[in-house]
C-alpha cells in the first residue's frame, strides 16, 4: 500500500515563480525524504527530514514537517524550467524493523514554463 | 563514476521467459532495494537485503526472486514473465549505518513483457 498521498498530483507555473507540494502520509515515521525524477531517468535524492525536525533548508528547497498531522511540504523557490520533473516524497517508518525501507508517494509533476 | 549501475537499460520479453536484472554499486552500502515503478502508483519495494546475505521480501514480491551475490550486487530474477511484470525496475542502496542519509538509485531497467 502507498504510505504517501501527493498533492496536487500535477503542478504547472512560469519560471521564477514559487512552487508548493504537499504529502500526506498514514504511519509514525522515522524520516521523510523528497526525490525528484527527470523523465526516463532515476531518482534523485533532494533532503531529508528527521521526525524531530520542523523545517530544513537547502538551496532554493525549503521542506517542513508536521508530524501531528502526518503531513509535509516541498517549498521550490524561484523555479526554473530545469526544475520541470516529477518530485516523490518517501518515508521511513518508525519502528526497528523497517530496516530503512522507503515507501513512496505517488508523485507531482511539476512543469515549469520558460 | 560512484553510483549504482543497473544492466541492461531496455528488454523485452515474451511471456514465460525468464530473466535476470543486475545491479551493482561500488559505495560500500550494507542494503540495497529493488523496486518497481508504474504509470499512476509510484515506487512499490519488491525485495530488498538488509544486509550481505540476507533478503527479504517487500511490498509485491510474488513472481520475483533476488540474490545478494556479496556486498556490490542484488541481481532480481523474473523466473517466468507476465505482462502484469511489465515496468520500470530501480535498484537502490543505502548505508544503512546512516539512518539520515537518502538513498541512491540507478537509472533503471524499462521491461516489457508482450
Known amino acids: 500500500s502507498q504510505q504517501g498521498e501527493e498533492d496536487p498530483q500535477a503542478l504547472s507555473i512560469q519560471e521564477g515563480e514559487n512552487a508548493t507540494m504537499n504529502c500526506s502520509y498514514k504511519?509514525?515515521?522515522?524520516?521523510l525524504q523528497w526525490y525528484r525524477q527527470n523523465s526516463g531517468r532515476g531518482l534523485v535524492h533532494l533532503i531529508l527530514?528527521?521526525?524531530?525536525?520542523r523545517e530544513k533548508h537547502s538551496g532554493r528547497l525549503r521542506v517542513t514537517l508536521d508530524t501531528s498531522k502526518k503531513s509535509s511540504s516541498l517549498l521550490i523557490t524561484a523555479s526554473r524550467a530545469a526544475d520541470t520533473a516529477s518530485y516523490f516524497c518517501?518515508?521511513?517508518?518508525?519502528?526497528?524493523?523497517?530496516?530503512?525501507?522507503?515507501?513512496f508517494g505517488q508523485g507531482t509533476i511539476l512543469t515549469v514554463h520558460p | 563514476n560512484a553510483g549504482v549501475t543497473q544492466t541492461p537499460k531496455f528488454q523485452v520479453l515474451k511471456t514465460g521467459q525468464s530473466m535476470t536484472l543486475q545491479c551493482a554499486q561500488d559505495?560500500?552500502?550494507?542494503?540495497m532495494y529493488w523496486y518497481r515503478q508504474d504509470p499512476g502508483m509510484g515506487l512499490r519495494l519488491i525485495y530488498y537485503?538488509?544486509?550481505?546475505?540476507?533478503?527479504d521480501k517487500g511490498e509485491v514480491p510474488n513472481g520475483y526472486n533476488v540474490s545478494r551475490l556479496n556486498k556490490r550486487e542484488f541481481s532480481l530474477r523474473l523466473e517466468s514473465a507476465a505482462p502484469s511484470q511489465t515496468s520500470v525496475y530501480f535498484c537502490?542502496?543505502?548505508?544503512?549505518?546512516?539512518?539520515?542519509?537518502?538513498?541512491?538509485f540507478g537509472s533503471g531497467t524499462r521491461l516489457t513483457v508482450v
Open positions: 518517501a518515508t521511513v517508518r518508525a519502528g526497528g524493523t523497517s530496516y530503512g525501507k522507503l515507501t
Open positions: 559505495m560500500n552500502h550494507n542494503s
Open positions: 504511519t509514525s515515521i522515522n524520516n
Open positions: 537502490a542502496s543505502r548505508d544503512r549505518g546512516r539512518v539520515n542519509y537518502g538513498y541512491t
Open positions: 527530514i528527521r521526525s524531530n525536525e
Open positions: 537485503s538488509a544486509s550481505e546475505g540476507t533478503t
